[in-house]
């Protein structure tokens, strides 16, 4: 069973306009993490976002843990945004499962 | 920031052929992971060790062994290389029990001919 589903797979955006991606998870959690990724790269944490709405730069993570979901929008987005970004849930067992990630291309 | 460093960066060898992954971190994390990433899976949890000697097993352990041998360091083994572990794979750390992330390194590129 996939627990974490990511959508869409991929976006296409020009630069400067907004994105907004979106995971949910077939099983409760309280632990979500985005991360981001180059083509054949190192992930990278973006956002650490347990519930309610965090904030870094013009990223803005929300999770709704009774609706078990979480969304990362991306303000004025820049053509170095491009990229993977994966979302995963922490099991609490040191067992962290990621979706499949939204790959975004954002063009001039 | 955490330091983790795998080698090699790229690696290819033949079906039945033995390859050791390494990865080393430099945080004294007490958690280290591997993972493969293959498209239309995703990241995917192989073995992962909360201590030196210790070693637990993921989601797709078969075929690959792990060894922990210091707080630092810890390796993948593939004894008899097949081409379905053909992947890209990735060791990461974390801190304690209940880690808010986790820190990856470069990733290591393996072709099974």
């Known amino acids: 069973e996939q627990q974490v589903q990511q959508s869409p797979a991929s976006l296409v955006l020009q630069e400067a306009e907004n994105a907004e991606l979106q995971c949910s998870f077939s099983i409760f959690t309280n632990q979500v993490q985005w991360f981001y990724q180059r083509p054949g790269g190192r992930l990278v944490s973006l956002l650490y976002?347990?519930?309610g709405t965090k904030q870094s730069g013009r990223l803005t993570s929300t999770t709704v843990i009774k609706e078990r979901r979480s969304s990362l929008h991306i303000s004025s987005s820049q053509i170095t945004d491009s990229g993977t970004y994966l979302c995963a849930k922490n099991t609490g067992y040191q067992n962290f499962y990621f979706g499949k990630g939204t790959s975004l291309t954002v063009i001039p | 920031e955490a330091a983790v460093t795998q080698s090699p960066r790229n690696k290819v060898t033949v079906t039945g052929g033995n390859v050791t992954l390494s990865c080393r971190q430099t945080n004294s994390h007490n958690y280290m992971y591997w993972y493969r990433q293959d498209t239309g899976h995703g990241l995917r949890l192989i073995h992962y060790s909360y201590g030196a000697g210790n070693l637990q097993i993921g989601d797709v352990p078969d075929g690959y062994k792990a060894t922990r041998t210091t707080q630092e360091d810890f390796f993948l083994l593939l004894e008899l290389a097949s081409p379905s572990q053909t992947s890209l794979y990735f060791c990461?750390?974390?801190?304690?029990?209940?880690?808010?992330?986790?820190?990856f390194g470069s990733g290591t590129r393996l072709t099974v001919l």
């Open positions: 976002n347990p519930s």
């Open positions: 990461a750390s974390s801190e304690g029990l209940r880690a808010e992330t986790l820190y």
